[in-house]
């Protein structure tokens, strides 16, 4: 086994040793076609190249290659191979921006025709939320005072964006929702207490406009959607304190009580609708990025089906029989019916970032757009 590995390790180390050798000739190549360039002799330099171009897949030293043929291509008028090469230039470096104080004036028109902007971004996250319950409709059979109380829950999801230019962008996301809330309901009959615990799982699909920064490793972005949200399940735990005044002894005796897990789905309508708005910023890694994010989502519909708040009713069984009413536990034996309300959220999440990089032609040059820094640039030289 240990001769195995180590013939293993010879290999690997050998291989290494000629891919080191092969980029340390590219290098030498690159360096010659170079002073080929400055000496003037354009028409050796492809040729120069030509191996390494073949075999050497370092995208530094593409970029470089590439760049440095496009200048010879545009300096003996082929622009054929000039844009071809330029192209390359983008392939192995998307981000790869011309200078008009740095690089020829020609090579910065030609970078005109170009745009490397990710048609489709890719992106998952994931984070923390909290609910925040708003009464329609109070339906609460007895008198007492009804607090909300925050829960955390959890959220992640995917999605994709199209990209109309390097601002603003189309978002549509797939996203799995748990969420929670805590009410508690005090002076129930002057005295009892009772919590109702309420879990929901939701299946939420916002789509958003976004206006996002393209410059910098931090790059801001704010959006603004609305959202188809689908009830996937909800389970209602209650915790009873029926706090009786006992004469004999001179005092109040709680006699607590907890339910079993209580399904609320079928009270609840499954459909619902929010709007959203977000923002957050996001940090650059290589070509890709991580965010994060923070969003409020209001929710615009009632939450509670009202037809069914005390029994669920089975629409697949006749009215007649005993199907039709069935479980109404949380209304007769634990003398809990939700009130009317929507709930709103506040999510917050981190996440990653894949722009799925396209370097293409135009089809409309941005010309204009490098005259108008030149005559800013020739402006400023003037004044000083």
């Known amino acids: 086994m240990l001769r195995y590995q180590s013939i293993l390790w010879i290999v690997l180390l050998l291989l290494a040793s000629f891919r080191a050798m092969a980029q340390d000739e590219c290098e ?7 002073d080929e360039f400055n000496a003037g002799h354009l028409y050796v330099i492809p040729s ?45 470096n998307p981000e790869f921006v011309t200078d008009e104080k740095r690089d020829p004036i020609d090579l910065v028109y030609l970078s005109s025709k170009f745009t490397t902007t990710p048609i489709f971004t890719l992106f998952a996250k994931a984070g923390a939320n909290v609910s925040f319950v708003h009464t329609i409709l109070d339906r609460q059979a007895a008198d007492g005072n009804q607090q909300n109380l925050l829960r955390p829950g959890g959220q992640a999801g995917v999605g994709v964006e199209w990209n109309y230019n390097d601002h603003l962008s189309l978002m549509l996301e797939g996203t799995y929702v748990f969420s929670s809330y805590k009410q508690r309901v005090s002076g129930i009959y002057g005295r009892d207490l009772a919590d109702i615990y309420d879990r929901q799982s939701w299946a939420r699909v916002p789509l958003s406009i976004k206006y996002s920064d393209d410059q910098g490793k931090y790059r801001p972005y704010v959006y603004l959607g609305a959202s188809l949200d689908v009830l996937l399940g909800d389970r209602v735990t209650i915790t009873y304190s029926d706090r009786n005044y006992n004469p004999t002894a001179d005092r109040v005796e709680n006699i607590d009580r907890e ?67 069935s479980d109404a536990e949380a209304a007769l034996r634990w003398g809990y019916v939700d009130d009317l309300f929507r709930m709103d959220h506040l999510y917050l999440s981190v996440g990653y970032i894949h722009p799925l990089y396209k370097p293409r032609k135009l089809k409309k040059a941005r010309s204009k757009s490098v005259m108008r820094n030149l005559k800013k640039q020739d402006h400023v030289t003037t004044e000083k």
């Open 28 to 34: 030498v190549a690159l360096n010659r076609a170079t």
């Open 48 to 92: 120069i190249l030509s191996d390494c171009l073949q075999k050497n897949q370092n995208k530094e030293w593409r970029q470089r290659a590439f760049l440095l043929l496009s200048e010879t291509y545009l300096l003996l008028e082929d622009p054929f191979n000039a844009e071809n090469s330029y192209l390359e230039v983008l392939r192995a």
């Open 259 to 325: 339910s079993p897990v209580l399904k609320f789905k079928p009270k609840r309508n499954m459909l619902n609708r929010s709007w959203h708005i977000g923002g957050g910023v996001k940090y650059k890694v290589n070509l890709d990025y991580v965010f994060v994010d923070l969003r409020y989502s209001f929710g615009l519909t009632n939450l509670v089906d009202a037809n069914n708040s005390i029994y669920d009713y089975d629409d697949s069984s006749p009215r007649t029989s005993e199907g039709f009413q």
